[in-house]
């Protein structure tokens, strides 16, 4: 069983950066799906970024051009640069990765968008 731990999440003023990864537990060999989520305080959890292993990439609208989403090629885990962040970028954030047709979730980092 893999387990995903996302790491880099903090407080920042808006307009700032951060850098989130995501570490496996165990190497992933193959992958069909990775991707970053969030959720925000009394929201559903909504779909970040993603990339599929056919190589296309996916954003939120609400991301668009301030995000980008990045893969560990060897560890086939992603990770996300995050610019210009606004207060309403505040969440939990979560790591997904679907390989084998399971599915892999991290715990969450908290993301706080505050001046």
């Known amino acids: 069983q893999v387990q995903l731990a996302e790491s880099g999440g903090g407080l920042v003023q808006p307009g700032g950066s951060l850098r989130l990864s995501c570490a496996a537990s165990?190497?992933?060999?193959?992958?069909?799906?990775m991707g970053w989520y969030r959720q925000a305080p009394g929201k559903a959890r909504e779909l970040v970024a993603s990339i599929t292993n056919s190589g296309a990439y996916n954003y939120g609208d609400s991301v668009k051009g301030r995000f980008t989403i990045s893969r560990d090629n060897t560890k086939n885990t992603p990770s996300l640069q995050m610019n210009n962040l606004k207060p309403e970028d505040t969440a939990v954030y979560y790591c997904?990765?679907?390989?084998?047709?399971?599915?892999?979730w991290g715990q969450g980092t908290q993301v706080t968008v505050s001046s």
């Open positions: 165990k190497d992933i060999f193959s992958f069909s799906f």
């Open positions: 997904n990765v679907i390989s084998f047709l399971k599915s892999y």
